[in-house]
């Protein structure tokens, strides 16, 4: 369905998942990609399909590796095509969607497409590593491979150390570490870029129960994602999570707007929080892009005064690094709903 929210862009579920007496039922959209429908870049790239406001999109994905790693022996620089990183499905061309508008993807459901996930470490990536803009007289760090298999039963990943001698097991907790629309001014972005146009986020909160509210940079936006985790810490520092192909039931809704009050950067709402991201090097413009999208949003809620708001915010939110080792970094700011002020009594 089309909704005009303006200029609040509040991704209530349940604003999402309603539809008026008699209206008709939302389309449902099958598609499995064949490999070589599969894209490598944010922009680019003609639509897979279009979709009209309200579809629900039941899809799959392939992994980060480009579904390359076969066996725990294979190794990513020995079976990856350059620029195969994080594939992509899509694009979806939404009928209507303008730039000024925002799409708020409303995720219903993710899973593992298999019994196993990956996480690798790579020369010259991943947060404790020598790279180009840490340049560092040590030597690289070795390429390894962690073969993880899933437990759906348990909801747990189990491992093995490379020895062998140890085992470990992390809870199975799905997400999306791309999702994005094609970027403004005709640019064309590489998957393992987050940016204002979401992209390579690698967002735990991208999960099952979440809206996530993108800024619509180009006509019909061209809604891409793919990248399954199937588990990750903050920071992601290796530079991989546990990498998996992905089974992705989503909702495209589209909000019409006007620029200046879409929202400049990607939001996301579940059921309790309110959350902003931003990306960026150094770290910190990553961080204050994201506090400065959450003082913004919480002004449009409250009708707080700007100073009053960054107040509130300074007190409340809470920001975890969601990774700090693409060639942007990405914090995450997250405030409770039920701590939002009230007109005072």
Avoid at 206 to 232: C, E, I, N, Q, W
């Amino acid at each position: 369905m089309r909704t005009t929210i303006a200029p609040v862009f509040l991704a209530s579920l349940a604003v999402l998942t309603a539809c008026p007496t008699g209206a008709q039922q939302p389309t449902t959209l099958t598609y499995r990609p064949k490999h070589e429908e599969l894209t490598y870049t944010f922009g680019g790239n003609a639509p897979v399909r279009r979709v009209a406001p309200g579809t629900r999109i039941v899809a799959w994905t392939e992994n980060c590796y480009d579904g390359e790693l076969k066996t725990p022996s294979d190794l990513p620089s020995k079976t990856m095509p350059p620029g195969h990183d994080n594939p992509q499905t899509g694009p979806f061309y939404v009928e209507g969607a303008e730039p000024g508008d925002a799409l708020v993807v409303r995720i219903v459901r993710l899973g593992p497409a298999r019994d196993h996930g990956i996480s690798c470490t790579f020369p010259g990536f991943g947060a404790l590593n020598p790279t180009d803009k840490t340049a560092m007289i040590v030597g690289d760090m070795p390429e390894k491979v962690w073969w993880y298999s899933v437990d759906k039963t348990a909801g747990l990943l189990r491992t093995k150390s490379l020895d062998g001698a140890q085992s470990w097991a992390v809870p199975l907790e799905p997400f999306l570490g791309c999702l994005g629309v094609a970027p403004g001014n005709a640019e064309v972005r590489s998957t393992i870029v987050p940016g204002d146009f979401g992209g390579n986020m690698d967002c735990p909160e991208v999960k099952a129960g979440s809206a996530v509210t993108l800024p619509v940079r180009v006509k019909g936006a061209m809604l891409s994602f793919g990248d399954g985790h199937y588990a990750m810490g903050d920071g992601e520092i290796t530079g991989t999570a546990v990498e998996g192909a992905m089974d992705v039931e989503l909702v495209v809704d589209l909000v019409k707007g006007s620029a200046g009050k879409t929202p400049a950067w990607p939001r996301i709402e579940n059921a309790d929080w309110i959350m902003t991201l931003g990306a960026a090097r150094p770290l910190e413009d990553a961080a204050r892009i994201a506090f400065k999208g959450m003082v913004e949003w919480v002004r449009e809620l409250t009708g707080l005064g700007e100073l009053d708001a960054y107040q509130f915010v300074s007190q409340a939110a809470r920001a975890p690094i969601v990774q700090m080792v693409d060639p942007e970094y990405t914090v995450l700011v997250k405030v409770e709903k039920k701590r939002l002020p009230r007109k005072a009594s």
